[in-house]
């Protein structure tokens, strides 16, 4: 018989009972700490523990529960609604009438709507019950400001891979509720292998350790477990990444920073995570135009050409051939000059039209088709630049009269810029005489 064949996943029969038990997350439980001092004092209050998957907060929150000795109740977000909270209430009033304090659990408390998010103030504001939720989204974004007032947020880490370790050895010596009563025989090194692939989800690693157990033959009584069998077990392995996620926009936002700082190392490394965990390489490519646009502009206007046939090649190409079409866009305008003054003038552009109302467009720059526009003087005193000297109308004002003289675009002394700064540093100059004539 197999020694994990009785159903149970070995990551449910080993969570950890006690706080003693708990690996990880010694920024909130270590001496000192807000979660060990809140242990230690038994007054609980109400609160959001956020966190990628298989970080503990689901066994957190049941050993604050029995720490403190309160009546526990767990309830799912994908679940449970409003008619459950209520029902939850009234058996923490019956909890209180025994002396007992009431601990409500719900994961994925983000799934919840506004309104079942609403139907837990008036329990938490007047103490009816502890609320804990578990979320895997930025709570900022996933839960409702009234809620978010009455809870606090702990931030709870990937575990990493010393921890991880930590833990399956622990499992694999417990006679209880892990592993110990088996003989297994696995190398240190292919543990480590198991940690790291687990990528900070304790959840995940117990899992592989107990397939791996489970393809493992045995031979005189003894489970032997090889490389081969761990990369068997590793199979269908996927890197974490929410797609449209906290992880999903964390991602993309070190992607774009790293090609604004130069980086073009640090700047592949984010693009081959976010492909390696399943992101469509479109998107990629469409923020990468933005990037070309945003950050480089026109100190190398060749930088967007390049980004948008980046996302031409992919469209054509596919993967896996088009992703290196995206990949060398990304080195290029990571190693690119760099400029945000059309960025910066289209805002500032932008919030003048908005601020400005609806100014009239001065009568010289307006158009006459008609006799009529003529006579109303449409066009008069008009100059056309290529009539002029170096095809430039000196002092020609070309804004609405009230808005006359204003800058918006201060290019930036890098790359093709530079020439244009100089050019409009030109035309100003002979702007400023012909003022003085």
């Known amino acids: 018989m197999s020694p994990t064949s009785d159903c149970i996943p070995l990551a449910a029969k080993f969570r950890p009972q006690s706080i003693d038990d708990y690996v990880g997350q010694q920024h909130l439980l270590g001496i000192g700490k807000p979660l ?16 990628g998957a298989g970080v503990g907060k689901t066994t957190l929150a049941k050993i604050l529960a029995h720490h403190s000795k309160a009546y526990y109740i767990e309830l799912s977000a994908v679940l449970a609604g409003v008619k459950d ?12 009438q025994k002396g007992l304090q009431t601990l409500l659990f719900i994961d994925e408390i983000h799934r919840f709507s506004k309104s079942q998010q609403d139907s837990l103030l008036a329990p938490v504001e007047n103490g009816s019950l502890i609320l804990i939720g578990a979320t895997t989204e930025n709570p900022s974004f996933a839960l409702n400001n009234a809620l978010l007032s009455r809870l606090r947020v702990y931030v709870l880490r990937a575990l990493d891979n010393d921890c991880l370790n ?8 417990d006679k209880q509720r892990g592993l110990g009563e ?4 696995i190398a240190a090194e292919l543990l480590i292998i198991i940690a790291k692939s687990a990528d900070g989800d304790a959840r995940r690693s117990l899992n592989v350790l107990q397939i791996a157990v489970d393809l493992a033959p045995e031979i005189n009584g003894v489970k032997i477990i090889t490389a081969n069998i761990i990369n068997e077990a590793l199979q269908g392995k996927i890197s974490q990444f929410d797609n449209k996620g906290e992880q999903f926009y964390d991602q993309i936002s070190a992607l774009h920073k790293a090609v604004r700082g ?3 190392d640090a700047a592949l490394y984010w693009f081959c995570r976010m492909i390696d965990g399943g992101c469509d390489p479109l998107y990629i490519a469409r923020r990468v135009i933005k990037i070309a646009s945003e950050d480089i502009g026109n ?4 930088a967007l050409g390049i980004a948008i046939s980046a996302w031409e090649s992919y469209a054509r190409l596919g993967t896996p051939e088009g992703e290196l079409s995206i990949a060398q866009a990304i080195v290029y305008l ?7 003054a059309v960025y910066m003038a289209y805002k500032q552009a932008m919030l003048a039209a908005k601020n400005s109302g609806s100014l009239d467009v001065p009568l010289h720059l307006r158009n006459a088709p008609t006799k009529l526009m003529q006579d109303l003087d449409y066009g008069t005193d ?6 002029e000297p170096e095809a430039y109308a000196a002092g020609e004002n070309y804004f609405p009269e009230a808005l006359k003289n204003s800058l918006y675009y201060h290019p930036v002394t890098r790359g093709l810029e530079t020439q244009i700064k100089q050019r409009l540093d030109y035309f100003r100059q002979l702007d400023a005489e012909a003022m003085i004539k």
């Not at 088996?182 to 025989?185: A, E, G, K, S």
């Not at 100190?299 to 060749?302: I, K, L």
Request: net charge positive; hydrophobic share 45%.
């Open 166 to 173: 930590t833990l399956l050895t622990k499992a694999l010596v």
């Open 182 to 185: 088996y003989q297994i025989q």
């Open 299 to 302: 100190a190398d206007p060749r």
């Open 334 to 340: 990571a190693v690119a000059a760099k400029s945000n």
């Open 262 to 264: 130069s980086s073009p």
């Open 382 to 387: 008009y100059r056309y630049a290529h009539d």
């Open 85 to 96: 909270i209520r029902a939850a209430v009234i058996q923490a009033q019956v909890a209180r």
């Open 36 to 51: 060990r001092m809140l242990l230690d004092s038994g007054q609980l209050h109400s609160m959001i523990l956020w966190g």
